[in-house]
């Protein structure tokens, strides 16, 4: 079967692209430099045997493992992103292997002040014994979501060697900005031309996620009354204060990220800023069920009703913006998406573990554009941060997974 060298290798490989995508930026890809980690897997794919391979112009790897059965099998589709967080630093990563993790402690080479401990990162009780990658402890590693990569390159050129292995036409989707969202806004379903898909985006070894926030934006846009400071008594309105009022009335022990866990959604600002006259509060909004969204932007449109009446000669915009929707209300209608993946997990010798995302994948929209897609675990962990690390041997069984899964759908089909 695929080996964990087979996998780590062509991981080490990716993590040193820096590929962060930029929230600010209106190109696609938002940053250039993604398309150079998909040069490298075009050029991949097509040394593998992989005659399909393309890059299109909006940074998207399309590619196709053929069929090598006489049955009638749903084309599948598996899809990770290029693209790392623009939270954390993803310039000059250098990674580090820990062999055979004894346990206890992991401090980073390059900033001892980075530890990861398991009371923090507690699945690393499950890896004694396995090798763990980290970064060096001045950049996050990428695994988040180069692991999904290197395992279904993995996966691919097992398929592409081995052709005792039967299963129906596979496609491979690589994504460029998923970490801002934008993630599958270009991505042609027609040319994808799949039925079912799997995202390889999740974490901790055996884990399916299908179920994920439904999300909104919201975005307010306070204007204030400008008048100089020196003759401003009774006359200014402040937007910088207004909207400082607004954010010291919401919550602050429940409907926050920090107090939130399980199936709890949230207020959450992202950003503000502006002048007197003019400033702009961004928010996003989180909740496993629909309708609770409207709930919870009602209760921001009313806190910024209440500060608004005392500043009478001012006005505010406030405008929701939907991102993405729960996977479940797709996945759902379609049972043996979830049962074959489950079959799969089983066959590589893992319990099954089935999670909700507090967050978003690909496979989240990708569900409501046609192609019900859950989500399989990569063994990443810690997204987004210096102490972001990843399992050598959970990598190697995600992609005997994703071998597993073409399987299984083409025996019961």
């Known amino acids: 079967m695929i080996t964990p060298q087979a996998v780590t290798e062509r991981f080490l490989r990716y993590v040193k692209i820096d590929t962060q995508s930029d929230p600010e930026s209106p190109t696609i890809p938002s940053t250039a430099k993604q398309k150079n980690l998909a040069k490298v897997l075009l050029e991949e794919l097509k040394a593998i045997g992989v005659k399909d391979a393309e890059l299109d112009e909006y940074g998207y790897v399309y590619a196709t493992v053929p069929s090598n059965t006489n049955k009638q099998v749903p084309t599948l589709c598996f899809c990770s992103h290029m693209d790392t967080s623009p939270d954390c630093t993803g310039v000059n990563v250098n990674p580090v292997i820990h062999k055979k993790y004894p346990g206890g402690n992991i401090s980073l080479p390059n900033d001892k002040?980075?530890?990861?401990?398991?009371?923090?990162?507690?699945?690393?009780?499950?890896?004694?014994?396995?090798?763990?990658?980290?970064?060096?402890?001045?950049?996050?590693?990428?695994?988040?979501?180069?692991?999904?990569?290197?395992?279904?390159?993995?996966?691919?050129?097992?398929?592409?060697?081995?052709?005792?292995?039967?299963?129906?036409?596979?496609?491979?989707?690589?994504?460029?900005d998923e970490e801002i969202g934008r993630g599958v806004d270009k991505v042609d379903m027609k040319k994808l031309g799949a039925q079912y898909g799997y995202t390889i985006d999740g974490e901790s070894l055996g884990h399916i996620e299908a179920e994920n926030f439904s999300a909104d934006a919201v975005t307010i846009v306070i204007t204030g009354v400008s008048v100089h400071p020196g003759f401003a008594k009774g006359k200014m309105e402040n937007a910088i204060k207004i909207a400082s009022a607004i954010i010291d009335k919401l919550p602050k022990d429940k409907l926050t990220p920090e107090s939130t866990s399980g199936m709890e959604g949230f207020v959450h600002p992202i950003s503000i800023g502006g002048s007197l006259e003019q400033a702009t509060l961004k928010f996003i909004i989180r909740d496993f069920a629909t309708e609770g969204l409207k709930v919870k932007e009602d209760l921001l449109k009313s806190i910024t009703e209440k500060v608004m009446k005392d500043y009478p000669n001012s006005t505010f915009q406030f405008t929701v913006t939907e991102q993405y929707r729960n996977m479940k209300e797709i996945i759902d209608k379609h049972p043996k998406v979830i049962e074959y993946a489950e079959e799969a997990v089983k066959r590589s010798g893992i319990n099954v573990h089935m999670q909700s995302i507090r967050g978003g994948t690909d496979g989240s929209r990708l569900s409501f554009m046609g192609m019900p897609c859950p989500n399989i675990f990569a063994g990443e962990h810690a997204f987004h941060g210096k102490q972001e690390w990843a399992s050598v041997q959970d990598m190697q069984k995600a992609a005997e997974v994703v071998v597993n899964i073409c399987r299984v759908w083409e025996e019961k089909e």
Do not use: C, S
């Open 113 to 176: 002040t980075q530890v990861l401990t398991p009371a923090a990162h507690p699945d690393l009780l499950n890896q004694i014994g396995n090798d763990i990658v980290t970064a060096d402890g001045t950049t996050l590693l990428g695994a988040d979501n180069k692991a999904g990569l290197a395992e279904i390159m993995a996966a691919a050129e097992y398929l592409m060697h081995h052709p005792e292995v039967k299963h129906g036409a596979i496609r491979i989707l690589f994504t460029p």
